[in-house]
């Protein structure tokens, strides 16, 4: 019989030749599993088992891929993945590198949004003995957003129906993409680093979860919970609930509200004054009143009151009339303080500003305001803020005062 010779391969030579045929043939396959065995080493990439009832398999998540992941991932955890099956040479070890990896039954954003909140609110980040009382009457509010969404032009809509006089400092931020997190944070550091700031009101108009994300970042998070200053977050409309409002000190269900709610009427608190003044001149006359009663039956009793009550009256007119001036002294000082304050609060207006015939010019792109003519180059385009809206110009001509 003839002797048929066979091949005989390495060891290498065998695991190169698996290597190629299962490489090849699933370049791209997605599989449903539960995590176990979970692990990250110092190198940063992500090992871990993908198991159902009857089998298991090996699986790599590379550092740059783990990145990008908004969730966390956990043991018992149940995926939808998408990858390559690759064979690691040395052991001889087929396993998925993993490229695409969604939690099943729920939304990536959506778990990712759970464990976090379960996680600050187990340090405590939610709790009301953090939560740090709303000024009545701030003088200087801080607003962390867009320079050109409608959430500020709502807030500056109703900052000057309601009382026009109170300062409102801009930060703009970008308030989604993957600059906005970190630039939402520096503007509430950099609001917190100045005196006079009386409270921050921080969000956004409504949109999708994905472009609410940015407040629900851990680091814009604990910079809302380390401000000094009290915070109001009014993050897009009354349905919308993002990490952000849990740890600040007031939600506000829409940007317009929280305008609302940290600015009281002008008329309101003039009509409070009258009504409190008027409630104590009424009862300072019930007392004086009663006391005139009770001297008047004293005086009744006595064997010869005229001489008695006629001085008995006599410093009970002197009692009422300095009472009376000192209540007119004070009520008028009061008063007088409050129109101070009105007055100084109106000159620092910046709106009131605008409607003198004033603008703000800044530069179209950095946004960074124009004080000189140094600051733009001929051909630059910029915009200029009015009272009733922003243009957007092209520098013609230039010249130096």
Not at 124 to 145: Q, R, S, Y
Not at 149 to 158: E, N, Q, T, Y
Not at 340 to 353: C, F, I, Q, R, Y
């Given at each position: 019989m003839e002797h048929v010779e066979q091949q005989i391969y390495s060891v290498a030579e065998l695991t190169k030749a698996i290597k190629s045929e299962l490489e090849a043939r699933f370049l791209d396959v997605w599989v449903e599993g539960e995590i176990s065995n979970l692990a990250t080493p110092r190198s940063g990439h992500t090992y871990l088992t993908l198991k159902d009832e009857q089998s298991q398999i090996r699986a790599v998540i590379f550092r740059s891929v783990g990145s990008r992941l908004k969730f966390q991932l956990e043991n018992g955890l149940h995926l939808l993945v998408r990858g390559s099956v690759s064979v690691y040479e040395p052991r001889g070890e087929y396993q998925l590198i993993l490229t695409y990896i969604e939690p099943r039954g729920a939304g990536a954003l959506q778990l990712a949004f759970e464990q976090l909140k379960q996680r600050?609110?187990?340090?405590?980040?939610?709790?009301?003995?953090?939560?740090?009382?709303?000024?009545?009457?701030?003088?200087?509010?801080?607003?962390?957003?867009?320079?050109?969404?409608?959430?500020?032009?709502?807030?500056?809509?109703?900052?000057?129906?309601?009382?026009?006089?109170?300062?409102?400092?801009?930060?703009?931020?970008?308030?989604?993409?993957?600059?906005a997190p970190a630039e939402i944070v520096r503007a509430i550091e950099m609001l917190n680093q100045l005196p006079d700031v009386d409270v921050l009101i921080v969000g956004r108009g409504g949109g999708s979860l994905e472009d609410l994300w940015a407040f629900n970042e851990e680091i814009v998070a604990r910079s809302i919970f380390a401000s000094r200053i009290p915070v109001i977050s009014a993050v897009g409309h009354e349905i919308d609930f993002t990490i952000a409002d849990f740890v600040a000190d007031l939600r506000?269900?829409?940007?317009?509200?929280?305008?609302?709610?940290?600015?009281?009427?002008?008329?309101?608190?003039?009509?409070?004054?009258?009504?409190?003044?008027?409630?104590?001149?009424?009862?300072?006359?019930?007392?004086?009143?009663?006391?005139?009663?009770?001297?008047?039956?004293?005086?009744?009793?006595?064997?010869?009151?005229?001489?008695?009550?006629?001085?008995?009256?006599?410093?009970?007119?002197?009692?009422?009339?300095?009472?009376?001036?000192?209540?007119?002294?004070?009520?008028?000082?009061?008063?007088?303080?409050?129109?101070?304050?009105?007055?100084?609060?109106?000159?620092?207006?910046?709106?009131?500003?605008?409607?003198?015939?004033y603008a703000i010019c800044r530069h179209a792109i950095t946004l960074r305001t124009i004080t000189t003519v140094a600051d733009v180059d001929l051909g630059e385009e910029v915009l200029v803020r009015v009272l009733e809206g922003e243009l957007r110009c092209e520098v013609k001509a230039k010249s130096e005062s």
């Open positions: 600050l609110a187990t340090e405590g980040l939610f709790d009301e003995a953090h939560k740090k009382p709303i000024p009545i009457l701030p003088k200087k509010i801080g607003v962390v957003t867009s320079a050109t969404g409608a959430a500020i032009r709502d807030i500056l809509h109703v900052v000057n129906r309601r009382f026009a006089n109170v300062h409102v400092l801009i930060a703009p931020v970008r308030v989604q993409g993957a600059e506000a269900p829409t940007p317009s509200a929280a305008a609302e709610l940290v600015v009281q009427q002008k008329d309101v608190l003039v009509k409070t004054i009258n009504v409190l003044s008027r409630r104590l001149e009424n009862a300072m006359s019930y007392v004086l009143s009663r006391l005139k009663e009770a001297v008047q039956q004293y005086a009744s009793h006595l064997q010869d009151p005229r001489k008695r009550l006629n001085e008995w009256q006599q410093r009970l007119d002197e009692l009422h009339h300095r009472l009376y001036t000192t209540f007119r002294y004070l009520f008028e000082k009061k008063q007088y303080q409050l129109h101070t304050v009105v007055g100084k609060l109106e000159s620092s207006n910046p709106l009131a500003l605008l409607a003198r015939g």
